[in-house]
């Protein structure tokens, strides 16, 4: 907090010394580094205004070939002695011409700067022109079509700029494409001329948005358009499925507008932006993307088929409004500084589940939130590598590794107990406060906590403080003293995991169990140890659950008389909660262990008829199968969870809980019958009764025989040909060597990852990795671990902000050995002076070997 308000005062002294000399530089002049570095985006700050550029890219239709471009860069220039720094991470043999103010000047390009001298700019607006071929590295180029994906710092990998959040401008983009190519940016269209089967499209004038939002797509999309409550919205998709088209055009279009108008009313703001658009990428680095005007998606996770649960049908919802609020939280208004990166995502995921709740009244908003972040969040926060959701950046090259579980699942959590602790009314007006001071601007946790201050009579300084500045999560105990039949006194206390004294303020509920009623009480967790008064002389309960209204955060203690007795509480909010302070409490080795935990969730798959709570009992079984159990004793127990699963299955309710049930048979089926059944209902594509299976999920079933070497001759080079869309094709042609039954072959496959060419698509490859990494495959694979772990240094450099962590877990989350534990911990010992922030991935991925060791053995 302190450098944001250091910025502030030094923001205000530069304002006195401009104004005594408007060529005085306030700033050291910031050295030419690898990178933006903070010091040289505050020098940037203070002497740049009024940004517009002008590109132009002359699209090829064959990706191999090289992609002329030209920009104009204008601006207003505060005078300064030091030369501008253009922003461009590509060769120097990249730049061709560079004129100034219509003048050309030598090219002087050093350490990923293109440098400009001071003596050809003047003070007020000035103008660069530059003749060069895109960088490649962003461009995400296929056979047939290409998109940008720019964030954090990639906008100069594609085309000089200044890339940095704050320095927010105007773009106005021409494309000249294949004559049938279509095309979207963050502007809408101009228009367009066509001569020599090329076509040239012309882009109106953005908005003022910071380079890593500048975005366009091109290539061969089929273009929809519709008009939902008054608003044009156009998509361009690549699906060729029928059904799913049919299915999921329309679902698409009305939860954007739906989500646009509720965050019209939350925030009282129109939609701040000129247009609406977006995309659907076949194999999307990330779920979506918020480019302002020309959202992108992964397109699997917006066509659904007839086989899609209810769960599939809310996250894709939850998808839809994450991206939509980030029109508003991001985009409308930017963070200063990718430290505060998390700011746009909290309020994004916190905005997305109001509007999943509004958009499905009939869902259960808090299982949804339970289910979907504390997972997720833990799965982190537990680790050895844990962060807080805010951290420190002095270089934007070190940007995307601060994304992850913290500020997407974490933050949201954090937010709804300040929601909670002020009220829902006092957040939603400081949030319409925030976003209308810095409309179209830039601003921090900082000045958003200064509004919220204002508004509350808590103090929201020192309550941040543990929540954004602090690693991990509290532990929970509590000490229940009885007299008589009744409770005499109920006391709960905290601490941190690593036994430090401090307090996570938050509130949550407990229950009281008894044979015929369950009583909820409050607890107010502002102190390291509270007593429960409301508690006191009532009679002594069956068991108590924990967090029960699944809103608190940290590791709660679970009741020994619980486990036995789960199917008998009727809130799947608890009994989710449940299932989660059981899960972690098993990772801790305290009260309960995996065979327990199997046994008991095995009986519930035929009781439990939540489909989100299914979920997350079946995630949790598969663990227990694959990663908590050692491998002499993992087929007594899956083919005990088969047989629990496929009845259950029989007797399921809905297609939805039925799917889910299926889907843990086919994880977690070891047994030779449970083999030859999945092999029968992939050959003869017969799905099982009230099951629905697709073109996906048999693909899904060839790769699941296939590591496990089921004896049929080319079975993979089968479900491949009777595939019929060419994006997915080319997926599981690039799986296959992966998933080979010649280990020379996979050996082959996992030296080709080295090629940085080969990992183009890192979802296929983090998809292939799992398959290699298999447990089934430890044995043959566990050699590939340190040359993967090698690789991280340039995973990180040349892959997008999910990549590394992505790379990881595929790798490492399998094994169970203490040998693999103990190569991690070499690895790092041996690298004393190693990236911190990718130590911190490495630690995080490597929990699950960590932990499984020293249960197991």
Same mark, same amino acid.
């Given at each position: 907090?302190?450098?944001?308000?250091?910025?502030?005062?030094?923001g205000?002294?530069?304002?006195?010394l401009?104004?005594?000399s408007?060529?005085t530089s306030?700033?050291?002049p910031?050295?030419?580094?690898?990178?933006?570095?903070?010091?040289?985006?505050?020098h940037?700050? %203070?002497?740049?205004?009024?940004?517009?550029?002008?590109?132009?890219?002359d699209?090829?239709?064959?990706?191999?070939q090289?992609?002329p471009?030209?920009?104009t860069?204008?601006?207003?220039?505060?005078?300064?002695?030091?030369?501008?720094q253009?922003?461009?991470?590509?060769?120097?043999?990249?730049?061709q011409?560079?004129?100034?103010n219509?003048?050309?000047?030598?090219?002087?390009f050093?350490?990923?700067h293109?440098?400009?001298?001071?003596?050809?700019?003047?003070?007020?607006?000035?103008?660069i022109?530059?003749?060069?071929?895109?960088g490649?590295?962003?461009?995400?180029?296929n056979?047939?079509?290409l998109?940008?994906?720019?964030? &954090?710092?990639r906008?100069?990998?594609?085309?000089?700029?200044?890339?940095?959040?704050? @320095?927010?401008?105007?773009?106005?983009?021409?494309?000249?494409?294949?004559?049938?190519?279509?095309?979207m940016?963050?502007?809408? %269209?101009?228009?367009s001329?066509?001569?020599?089967?090329?076509?040239t499209?012309?882009?109106?004038?953005?908005?003022?948005? &910071?380079?890593?939002?500048?975005?366009?797509?091109a290539g061969r =999309?089929?273009p929809?358009?519709?008009?939902?409550?008054?608003?044009?919205?156009?998509?361009?998709h690549?699906e060729?499925?029928?059904?799913?088209?049919?299915?999921s055009?329309d679902?698409?279009?009305?939860?954007?507008?739906?989500?646009?108008?509720?965050?019209?009313?939350?925030?009282?703001?129109p939609?701040?932006?000129?247009k609406?658009?977006?995309a659907?990428?076949?194999?999307?680095?990330?779920?979506?993307?918020?480019?302002?005007?020309?959202?992108?998606?992964?397109?699997?996770?917006? =066509?659904?088929d007839?086989?899609?649960t209810?769960?599939?049908k809310?996250?894709?919802a939850?998808?839809?409004?994450?991206?939509?609020?980030?029109?508003?939280?991001?985009d409308?208004?930017?963070?200063r500084w990718?430290?505060?990166?998390?700011l746009?995502?909290?309020?994004?995921?916190f905005?997305?589940?109001?509007?999943?709740?509004?958009s499905?009244?009939?869902?259960?908003?808090?299982?949804q939130?339970l289910?979907?972040?504390?997972p997720?969040?833990?799965a982190?926060?537990?680790?050895?590598?844990?962060?807080?959701?805010g951290?420190?950046?002095?270089?934007?090259?070190?940007?995307?590794?601060l994304?992850g579980?913290?500020?997407y699942?974490?933050?949201?959590?954090?937010?709804?107990?300040?929601?909670?602790?002020?009220?829902?009314?006092?957040?939603?007006?400081?949030?319409?406060?925030?976003?209308?001071?810095?409309?179209?601007?830039?601003?921090t946790?900082e000045d958003?906590?200064?509004?919220?201050?204002?508004?509350?009579?808590?103090?929201?300084?020192?309550?941040?403080?543990i929540?954004?500045?602090?690693?991990?999560?509290?532990? =929970?105990?509590h000490?229940l003293?009885?007299e008589?039949?009744?409770?005499r006194?109920?006391?709960i206390?905290?601490m941190g995991?690593?036994?430090?004294r401090?307090?996570?303020?938050q /509130?949550?509920?407990?229950?009281?169990?008894y044979?015929?009623?369950?009583e909820?009480?409050?607890?107010?967790m502002?102190?390291?140890?509270?007593?429960?008064?409301?508690?006191?002389?009532?009679?002594?309960?069956?068991?108590?659950?924990?967090n029960?209204?699944g809103?608190?955060?940290?590791?709660?203690?679970v009741?020994s008389?619980?486990?036995?007795?789960?199917a008998t509480l009727?809130?799947?909010?608890m009994?989710a909660?449940?299932?989660?302070?059981l899960?972690?409490?098993?990772l801790?080795?305290t009260?309960?262990s995996?065979?327990?935990?199997?046994?008991?969730y095995? /009986?519930?798959?035929?009781?439990?008829?939540?489909?989100?709570?299914?979920?997350?009992?079946?995630s949790?079984l598969?663990?227990?199968?694959?990663?908590?159990t050692?491998?002499?004793?993992? @087929?007594?127990?899956?083919a005990?969870?088969?047989?629990?699963a496929?009845? /259950?299955?029989?007797?399921?309710?809905?297609?939805?809980?039925?799917?889910?049930l299926?889907?843990?048979?086919?994880?977690i089926?070891?047994?030779?019958?449970?083999?030859?059944?999945?092999y029968?209902?992939?050959?003869e594509q017969?799905?099982?009764?009230?099951?629905?299976?697709t073109?996906?999920?048999?693909?899904?079933?060839?790769?699941?025989l296939?590591?496990?070497?089921?004896p049929?001759?080319?079975?993979?080079? %089968?479900?491949?040909a009777?595939?019929?869309?060419?994006?997915r094709?080319?997926?599981?042609?690039?799986m296959?060597p992966?998933?080979?039954?010649s280990?020379?072959?996979?050996?082959?496959?996992?030296?080709s990852?080295?090629?940085?060419?080969?990992?183009?698509?890192?979802?296929w490859?983090?998809a292939?990795?799992?398959?290699?990494?298999?447990?089934?495959r430890?044995?043959?694979?566990?050699?590939y671990?340190?040359?993967?772990?090698?690789?991280?240094?340039?995973?990180?450099?040349?892959?997008?902000?999910?990549?590394?962590? %992505?790379?990881?877990?595929?790798?490492?989350?399998?094994?169970q050995?203490?040998?693999?534990a103990?190569?991690?911990?070499?690895?790092?010992?041996?690298?004393?002076?190693?990236?911190?922030?990718?130590?911190?991935?490495l630690l995080?991925?490597?929990?699950?070997?960590?932990r499984?060791?020293?249960?197991?053995?």
């Amino acid at each position: 907090m302190l450098k944001f308000i250091g910025y502030g005062l030094l923001g205000a002294f530069t304002v006195i010394l401009l104004s005594c000399s408007r060529k005085t530089s306030l700033l050291a002049p910031p050295p030419v580094e690898t990178g933006v570095s903070q010091v040289l985006a505050k020098h940037r700050r %203070q002497t740049l205004s009024d940004l517009v550029y002008a590109l132009k890219f002359d699209i090829p239709e064959q990706k191999n070939q090289p992609i002329p471009a030209h920009e104009t860069i204008t601006f207003s220039w505060n005078a300064s002695a030091t030369p501008l720094q253009l922003d461009f991470k590509e060769e120097r043999t990249h730049l061709q011409t560079v004129s100034v103010n219509s003048v050309v000047v030598s090219i002087v390009f050093e350490h990923e700067h293109l440098l400009i001298p001071a003596k050809a700019l003047k003070p007020g607006k000035n103008q660069i022109d530059i003749d060069f071929t895109a960088g490649n590295l962003s461009l995400n180029r296929n056979d047939d079509y290409l998109y940008t994906l720019l964030v &954090p710092d990639r906008a100069r990998t594609v085309f000089p700029c200044f890339d940095q959040p704050d @320095l927010k401008a105007r773009f106005q983009l021409t494309l000249t494409i294949p004559d049938q190519w279509q095309a979207m940016t963050n502007a809408p %269209q101009q228009d367009s001329t066509v001569a020599n089967q090329r076509k040239t499209l012309r882009f109106g004038l953005s908005e003022r948005i &910071p380079t890593y939002l500048f975005s366009f797509v091109a290539g061969r =999309f089929i273009p929809v358009t519709q008009v939902h409550k008054g608003r044009t919205m156009t998509l361009l998709h690549r699906e060729t499925d029928t059904t799913k088209i049919r299915l999921s055009i329309d679902p698409m279009f009305s939860l954007h507008a739906d989500a646009l108008q509720f965050l019209e009313g939350y925030t009282n703001i129109p939609y701040p932006f000129g247009k609406f658009g977006f995309a659907a990428i076949p194999d999307f680095q990330y779920g979506g993307m918020e480019h302002v005007g020309a959202v992108d998606y992964k397109a699997s996770s917006l =066509f659904l088929d007839n086989g899609a649960t209810r769960d599939q049908k809310l996250s894709r919802a939850t998808l839809i409004a994450h991206e939509t609020a980030h029109m508003w939280f991001g985009d409308l208004v930017t963070m200063r500084w990718f430290d505060d990166v998390w700011l746009k995502e909290v309020f994004a995921n916190f905005m997305a589940d109001k509007i999943t709740e509004n958009s499905f009244p009939d869902a259960n908003y808090d299982l949804q939130f339970l289910v979907d972040h504390f997972p997720t969040a833990y799965a982190v926060d537990r680790t050895e590598g844990a962060n807080p959701i805010g951290q420190p950046l002095a270089n934007l090259q070190e940007a995307g590794t601060l994304y992850g579980g913290i500020i997407y699942h974490k933050a949201p959590i954090m937010m709804r107990q300040l929601e909670r602790l002020i009220g829902k009314d006092t957040l939603r007006d400081g949030l319409r406060e925030y976003l209308n001071t810095y409309a179209s601007d830039n601003a921090t946790w900082e000045d958003l906590i200064t509004i919220l201050d204002k508004r509350s009579a808590a103090d929201l300084r020192l309550w941040s403080r543990i929540w954004v500045n602090e690693t991990g999560r509290p532990v =929970f105990t509590h000490q229940l003293e009885k007299e008589n039949g009744r409770i005499r006194r109920f006391t709960i206390a905290q601490m941190g995991e690593d036994g430090s004294r401090r307090v996570w303020p938050q /509130a949550f509920e407990i229950a009281l169990v008894y044979a015929d009623r369950v009583e909820m009480i409050t607890v107010n967790m502002s102190q390291a140890t509270v007593d429960l008064p409301a508690a006191i002389g009532k009679s002594a309960p069956l068991f108590v659950v924990f967090n029960a209204s699944g809103q608190g955060y940290g590791r709660f203690p679970v009741d020994s008389a619980m486990l036995p007795n789960l199917a008998t509480l009727k809130d799947p909010v608890m009994r989710a909660a449940a299932y989660i302070s059981l899960y972690e409490n098993m990772l801790s080795k305290t009260g309960v262990s995996p065979s327990q935990l199997a046994s008991a969730y095995g /009986a519930l798959l035929k009781t439990e008829h939540e489909e989100l709570t299914l979920r997350l009992l079946t995630s949790q079984l598969s663990d227990l199968v694959w990663t908590f159990t050692k491998p002499g004793e993992r @087929l007594a127990l899956a083919a005990a969870i088969e047989q629990d699963a496929w009845q /259950a299955m029989e007797v399921a309710e809905t297609p939805g809980l039925k799917k889910l049930l299926f889907r843990l048979y086919q994880q977690i089926a070891l047994s030779q019958g449970a083999k030859q059944r999945l092999y029968a209902i992939w050959k003869e594509q017969q799905a099982p009764r009230g099951v629905i299976l697709t073109e996906d999920d048999y693909t899904a079933l060839s790769l699941a025989l296939a590591v496990r070497d089921y004896p049929v001759r080319d079975l993979l080079d %089968q479900q491949l040909a009777r595939i019929k869309n060419p994006d997915r094709k080319k997926r599981l042609a690039f799986m296959m060597p992966a998933l080979s039954t010649s280990v020379a072959e996979r050996d082959q496959f996992f030296a080709s990852l080295a090629t940085e060419a080969t990992r183009d698509h890192e979802a296929w490859v983090t998809a292939a990795l799992a398959y290699l990494h298999h447990p089934l495959r430890a044995e043959t694979s566990a050699k590939y671990l340190p040359k993967s772990l090698d690789l991280l240094e340039e995973i990180q450099r040349t892959g997008d902000i999910f990549f590394p962590e %992505q790379w990881l877990r595929s790798t490492l989350s399998a094994y169970q050995t203490a040998d693999v534990a103990s190569l991690v911990r070499a690895f790092l010992a041996d690298r004393p002076g190693y990236n911190a922030r990718l130590k911190a991935k490495l630690l995080q991925a490597a929990d699950a070997p960590f932990r499984a060791s020293k249960i197991l053995y």
